[in-house]
C-alpha cells in the first residue's frame, strides 16, 4: 500500500523569505502523480501544484517550485517570496496513474510572520 | 460559482441519530469522490463513483455509512446512528475523465459534530 508522510506538523517564514516543505512517499509503482494541497483555515482545499512520475522536471507554478527526487521518493515543496495568504495548511498526497483514490499526508501548518 | 457545493456546511447532531449530506459536483464531472477528514489528519478516501455506479468503498465506510449517486448528479452520503467517532469534516470532490489527468476539485466539507 502506498504512504505519504510529511515529518513537519508546523513550519513558520517570516514574509518575503523562502520555505520548503518536506514529503516523502511509498510506493512500489512506477507511474502515479504528486500533489502539493492548500487548505486555508475554514477553507477549501485546493491544488498548488502536481507532478508526474515520468516527468524528470521539476514543476513549478509562479511563486511555488518541487524538488521532484524519484529514486529517493522525496517530494518537498519551496514556496519563495512567502505572502500572508500562504498561511495555510499544506498536505502532500499520491495518486496512482489511471487510478482514483489519492492518498494523503497528516499535512504541514505554514505560519507566515509579517 | 461552478465549484463544487455541499450542504450543509456544519452539522451538529446527538449520538444515535442519522444524518444525510448532499454534494453537487462540477456540472460536467463524471467522478465524484467522498473523504474524511478528522483534526490534524489529512483526507482519507471514502468512497468514489463513476457517473452513478459506486466502484470503490473503504473499509473505513462500516455497515451505517452509505452514499448514493442517482442519476450520476448530485450525490448523498448518510450516515446511521452516529457516534462520536463520526465527527469529523466530510469532504466531497469531482473530476472529469480525461485519460489520465482526473484532477479532483474539492468542496467545502461538511463539518459533522456528535455530542
Known amino acids: 500500500a502506498q504512504t505519504v508522510t510529511q515529518s513537519q506538523p508546523e513550519m513558520s517564514v517570516q514574509e518575503a523569505e523562502t520555505v520548503t516543505l518536506s514529503c516523502t512517499y511509498d510506493t512500489s509503482e512506477s507511474d502515479y502523480y504528486l500533489f502539493w494541497y492548500k487548505q486555508p483555515p475554514s477553507r477549501q482545499m485546493i491544488l498548488v501544484i502536481r507532478?508526474?512520475?515520468?516527468?524528470?522536471q521539476n514543476a513549478t507554478e509562479n511563486r511555488f517550485s518541487v524538488n521532484f527526487q524519484k529514486a529517493a521518493k522525496s517530494f518537498s515543496l519551496k514556496i519563495s517570496d512567502s505572502q500572508l495568504g500562504d498561511a495555510a495548511m499544506y498536505f502532500c498526497?499520491?495518486?496512482?496513474?489511471?487510478?482514483?483514490?489519492?492518498?494523503f499526508g497528516a499535512g504541514t501548518r505554514l505560519f507566515v510572520k509579517a | 460559482d461552478t465549484g463544487v457545493s455541499q450542504d450543509p456546511r456544519h452539522k451538529i447532531t446527538k449520538r444515535g441519530q442519522n444524518v444525510t449530506f448532499r454534494c453537487d459536483p462540477i456540472s460536467e464531472h463524471n467522478r465524484l469522490y467522498w473523504y474524511r477528514q478528522t483534526l490534524g489528519q489529512g483526507p482519507e478516501f471514502l468512497t468514489y463513483f463513476q457517473n452513478e455506479a459506486q466502484l470503490e468503498k473503504s473499509r473505513l465506510l462500516s455497515d451505517r455509512f452509505s452514499a448514493e449517486r442517482p442519476k450520476g448528479s448530485f450525490s448523498t452520503l448518510e450516515i446511521q446512528r452516529t457516534e462520536q467517532g463520526d465527527s469529523a469534516m466530510y469532504l466531497c470532490?469531482?473530476?472529469?475523465?480525461?485519460?489520465?489527468?482526473?484532477?479532483?476539485?474539492f468542496g467545502p466539507g461538511t463539518r459533522l459534530t456528535v455530542l
Open positions: 507532478q508526474e512520475a515520468y516527468k524528470q
Open positions: 498526497a499520491y495518486r496512482s496513474a489511471g487510478g482514483f483514490k489519492t492518498i
Open positions: 470532490a469531482s473530476s472529469a475523465f480525461r485519460d489520465n489527468d482526473n484532477e479532483q476539485f
